[in-house]
């Protein structure tokens, strides 16, 4: 490195650069030395071909130690150009949350949110949100900034549902996967403040589905499936028999199956919990003339080969071709997929089983979600009201009950 020389000016001084010129001299680099805190300081100014001359910066060190000892204005080179610095992070700062504050909902949703949740959440979960998204909640708000769209255009959003006769529960599902997009964009930066569907007022509705299956029904509705699709009978038979969810089924491998237990394991249950549910013999039966397949394959596989997402269209159409749904405008008592699960819990229920243990057949998280069932207990009120005549009668009336005034 070349050798620092010194100038007429004290204070300043300059190296040459090797090879390159500014005119015909060599390219010079100034720097500037001064005492601060009864120490040497030295600091780097600038090169003769940015516009630096000894004199220009013998003046620019005058100026420093000026503010040194006025108090005003920089001392040091390096104050200023942390300054200046500290005004462009500033500055780039402001441009970017400019730019973040103008980004729509919808743009945030397709290309931010929505790529992540396919990578974090199940399959059917977020074409679930996509689907809620597209149709409803960006022809209200998706071209507006989050910052933008208030409680008024949630109800907006909210009044296009009940009024295209949608359910209070889908209702639900669109303010719920609503919140989850400002959550997300809260914390990715995009967004401040309150989430505003916390101020949107819940519709109170029970959409608990009350309609079983007869066991008349149930074969009546195995009978016309079994002509219209093997698949879905079977899947169909399966779940009355044993009370799977449409989404066990679809996931169901042969791993899963255990002939010389009669068990079917469910993993990764909608509760968390581990699930092992006994055959019929009426399974034991179906699963042998299915099977047996290798182990990581599908029970009940798509056309593909692939996990099936929805149940196919042709449950609904044996449903209408029994009748079942015919005049029936609430939906908690139309007969859907999900029915044969309500039917297998209710008939268990109706022949005695306890509450507790159908719970546990149902892989219910709390027992709550099982006394939806309770009113099917049999002789329920009987049986209380016989238990008190017997305590009355055991005991003498006159002590128990005073007529005495």
């Known amino acids: 490195m070349a050798k620092w020389k010194s100038t007429k000016y004290p204070g300043v001084r300059y190296r040459e650069h090797e090879n390159r010129k500014h ?8 720097s500037i030395r001064y005492q601060k805190d009864g120490k040497r300081k030295e ?41 200046v610095q500290i005004e462009k992070d500033q500055q780039q700062e402001e441009k970017d ?12 949703f397709n290309s931010i949110y929505y790529p992540a ?13 996509e689907q809620l998204f597209r149709l409803w909640i960006s022809p209200i708000i998706g071209e507006k900034p989050f910052k933008d769209i208030s409680t008024f255009d949630l109800e907006r959003l909210k009044k ?27 914390r990715a930066g995009f967004y401040e403040g309150e989430i505003p569907t916390t101020r949107i007022k ?26 219209m699709s093997p698949q879905i009978h079977n899947m169909s038979l399966i779940s009355l028999h044993c009370g799977l969810r449409a989404g ?58 692939k996990i099936i997402v929805n149940i196919s269209q042709t449950f ?20 859907t997929f999900h029915t044969l699960r309500h039917s297998f819990a209710s008939w268990l229920v109706m022949e005695g089983i306890s509450l507790y243990e159908v719970k546990e057949l149902m892989g219910h998280a709390s027992l709550a979600m099982t006394e939806r069932y309770s009113h099917l207990s049999p002789d329920k009120n009987r049986l209380a009201a016989k238990t008190m005549g017997q305590i009355f009668q055991k005991s003498d009336s006159k002590k128990i009950i005073n007529m005495k005034r």
Do not use: C
């Open 23 to 30: 005119g015909i001299k060599a390219d010079q680099y100034f």
């Open 97 to 108: 949350r400019e730019k973040k504050d103008a980004i729509s909902m919808g743009e945030y």
């Open 316 to 335: 609904p159409r044996a449903v209408k071709s029994a009748g079942f749904n015919d005049g029936v405008a609430d939906r908690r008592q139309r007969v």
């Open 160 to 186: 296009k549902l009940l009024d295209a006769g949608r359910s209070p529960r889908t209702l639900e599902y669109a303010l719920t996967t609503l919140g989850l997009i400002f959550r997300h964009a809260k």
């Open 248 to 305: 066990e089924l679809f996931s169901l491998t042969w791993k899963d199956i255990d002939m010389d237990h009669g068990l079917i394991t469910l993993l990764d249950t909608k509760s968390g919990r581990t699930r092992t549910l006994s055959m019929t013999e009426d399974v034991k039966e179906l699963i042998l003339q299915l099977g047996p397949g290798k182990k990581d394959e599908l029970v009940f596989p798509a056309k593909n080969g």
């Open 43 to 83: 600091e780097g100014v600038g090169w003769s071909s940015e516009g630096w001359s000894p004199q220009k910066v013998a003046l620019k060190l005058a100026e420093l130690k000026e503010a040194a000892v006025t108090g005003k204005g920089e001392t040091r080179l390096s104050e200023k150009r942390e300054r």
């Open 202 to 227: 819940k519709l109170k509705f029970d959409n608990k589905r009350v309609r079983f299956l007869s066991l008349d029904e149930a074969h009546q509705l195995l009978a016309i499936l079994k002509e």
């Open 117 to 129: 949740i396919q990578q974090e959440k199940k399959k059917k979960t977020h074409i679930a949100e």
